[in-house]
Nanobody, 118 residues
């Protein structure tokens, strides 16, 4: 079992930056192979924003060059640095983790709201 707790969301103006953090805990946290950030805007499906493992880093096309995912394995923490934010980035952002390489999301955090004003 893995618990994920996000922080760092908030309200920012267009062009601004935010950094999201996600701390993983629980009995099987040492088995995590992949971390990811997803987002879900009102009326839209949840989408993969960025993912990281010791094999790869992946980004949604819409955030390439603006968002950076990073991981501190010693602290069981994953970050999402978001720069040059746009109103279309407004969504609830969810941290996810997986204990295998066939999925990005076995476990989910509770989500943190990111709002970008125009």
């Amino acid at each position: 079992q893995v618990d994920l707790v996000e922080s760092g969301g908030g309200l920012v103006q267009t062009g601004g930056s935010l950094k999201l953090s996600c701390i993983a805990g629980g009995r099987t946290v040492v088995n995590i192979k992949r971390f990811a950030w997803y987002r879900q805007a009102p009326g839209k499906q949840r989408e993969l924003v960025a993912g990281v493992s010791n094999r790869e880093t992946d980004y949604h096309d819409s955030v390439k060059g603006r968002f950076t995912i990073s991981r501190n394995s010693a602290l069981n923490t994953v970050y999402l640095q978001m720069d040059d934010l746009k109103p279309e980035d407004t969504a609830v952002y969810y941290c996810a983790a997986s204990e295998n390489f066939s999925s990005w999301s076995t476990y989910w955090g509770q989500g943190t709201q990111v709002t970008v004003s125009s």
